[in-house]
């Protein structure tokens, strides 16, 4: 049986629960494999915006307007084109 080692993809700020400002800037942060050649994020099952590659990670930059609770979910598209997707998270925004 061949092994192939597990792939983790995740949302790692903010984290479920974690709280951000209305109107400042915010980056969330994602993680991919290295051969990932394409990470997108979505809020509120919005559409998909692309992510930028720094630093080895990717990030997505937002500045939250609406108040309370909101789902973030980020999909990875790997060299092979294919894709693995992040367990979505719920975070808030308040003052």
């Known amino acids: ?3 192939a080692p597990l792939k983790t ?9 974690d709280a951000i400002a209305p109107g400042q ?6 993680s991919a494999p290295a051969d990932a050649k394409e ?6 099952d919005g559409d998909w915006k692309p992510c930028r590659k720094d630093d080895g ?4 930059d937002w ?4 108040e309370g609770e909101h789902i ?6 790997e060299s092979d084109g294919s894709m693995l997707v992040t367990q979505p998270i ?5 003052p």
């Open 57 to 60: 990670h990717w990030w997505f």
């Open 90 to 94: 719920v975070f808030k925004v308040r």
């Open 63 to 66: 500045s939250a307007q609406a």
């Open 9 to 17: 993809v995740g949302i790692d700020y903010p984290r479920s629960g």
């Open 72 to 77: 973030a979910v980020s999909r990875v598209i």
């Open 39 to 44: 990470v997108r994020l979505s809020i509120d």
């Open 25 to 30: 800037p915010y980056s969330f942060r994602v």
């Open 1 to 3: 049986m061949i092994e």
